[in-house]
């Protein structure tokens, strides 16, 4: 992988060439990996970045305590992000203790083993209906007919989104997560129709509660805020509205792709499918290595050091920004035998699929029902499945925070 020239004014080793990184992800973070654990990459908001490589970096470092989400941690012109209004960012991926378990604590108790496991029928009957609409067309992009209605259905439910106001949703998430090049302001008037439709819907749900999650979080800010919120164990309203943004936003995303990268990874495993197809309840042991193989998540969230700190023999000062590499831990020799190979027998665990740490994924129990829930009905209903384009021409969204597939054309 060749290096390119430092950015004017940017100080530090020469910038790593992402491009490969978008063109042929594996190969290129295998490259990496093995030249050292730690590279100067431009960021997913174009400034220079660290990219941490080896899992036994990644893994300690994402409970690292000197490692923070706080933007505020930012040296001065080292990060810009998505720049959200504060009504958005008031929320856990951008939070550090204290602030981080308040909120935290407020919300966790929605996604409990228990309370998931309530939910599982109705995700079922859900995901039934998704495919009777699809089924007498013998084929379908799996990704916008199933694997990206699921999930924005089973959230919104969740939080009391109206139907009318969903059909929106999933062309923001692409605007925030996927920018267009050649619609530079598509973004932030994503951003825009984003705070307006929280900040409506949360009006709808003071003057009308219902028995939904956002009624219940509005219930805990309003019966507690008192002499404002925002301290002990209150929510302010910017962490509200920042909270049910986070809650259908990253509920989305992310398991979105997780569905249909794991669909993908059967479909190219043969064996595994027919295995699956006979014997259902064996997602539920799949479901960690389907994670590890070809997890959502490419990058964890960016984190900024509190102070110098070394990693591998390489210092890097406080302030600047660190993106740990979930995908190329994932494939990290000495972590993983074999760890190219799909093999869901090997038992192999430790993925940082979900996070890891005080911020590990508040809707993990969530995103692993749903995923067991989805590709259970799919194998059972569909048990001819197979790709409808030749494996070469399928194409992966083009950035290095994520890891999700544009389409995913099958038959069956």
Not at 154 to 175: E, H, K, N, T
């Amino acid at each position: 992988m060749q290096n390119t020239a430092n950015a004017a004014g940017t100080d530090g080793p020469e910038l790593v060439d992402t491009a490969p990184l978008i063109e042929d992800l594996y190969p290129a973070l295998a490259t990496l990996r093995e030249a050292g654990p730690v590279h100067r990459i431009a960021g997913t908001d174009g400034r220079p970045a660290w990219l941490v490589t080896r899992y036994e970096d990644v893994r300690r470092l994402f409970a690292d305590p000197r490692l923070a989400l706080d933007k505020r941690h930012a040296a001065p012109g080292n990060y810009s992000g998505f720049s959200l209004p504060p009504a958005l960012d008031a929320n856990l991926l951008n939070m550090d203790p204290p602030d981080h378990t308040r909120v935290r604590r407020l919300v966790v108790k929605a996604f409990t083993p228990g309370r998931v496991e309530k939910m599982r029928e109705p995700v079922r009957r859900v995901a039934e209906e998704l495919l009777d609409a699809i089924e007498p067309d013998g084929r379908a992009d799996l990704l916008a007919a199933y694997a990206g209605q699921l999930p924005i259905i089973v959230i919104c439910d969740l939080l009391g989104v109206p139907q009318r106001d969903r059909r929106d949703f999933r062309a923001w998430s692409d605007a925030l997560i996927t920018p267009d090049p050649a619609r530079p302001r598509a973004a932030k008037e994503a951003v825009g129709s984003m705070l307006r439709f929280y900040t409506e819907l949360i009006a709808k749900k003071r003057a009308e509660p219902a028995d939904d999650l956002l009624s219940d979080l509005i219930r805990v800010r309003d019966d507690e805020a008192g002499d404002g919120g925002g301290d002990g164990g209150r929510l302010s309203e910017d962490e509200l509205t920042s909270l049910a943004f986070l809650i259908l936003l990253a509920g989305y995303e992310n398991t979105v792709h997780l569905i249909a990268n794991s669909v993908l990874t059967l479909l190219d495993h043969p064996t595994v499918l027919q295995e699956l197809s006979e014997d259902p309840s064996g997602l539920a042991a799949a479901f960690d290595e389907l994670a590890r193989y070809e997890g959502p998540a490419a990058l964890g969230i960016r984190r900024f050091p509190l102070e110098d700190i070394e990693i591998g023999g390489v210092t890097i000062p406080a302030g600047e920004t660190v993106l740990l590499s979930v995908a190329s831990a994932h494939r990290d020799p000495a972590q993983f035998k074999d760890p190219d190979e799909f093999n869901p027998h090997l038992g192999r665990s430790g993925h940082l699929a979900l996070g890891h740490g005080i911020h590990y994924c508040l809707g993990a129990p969530l995103a692993r029902m749903e995923m067991e829930t989805a590709l259970a009905a799919l194998l059972r209903r569909f048990p001819g499945l197979r790709l409808d384009v030749p494996r070469e021409r399928l194409r992966w969204r083009p950035t290095i925070r994520a890891r999700g597939l544009i389409s995913l054309p099958v038959a069956w």
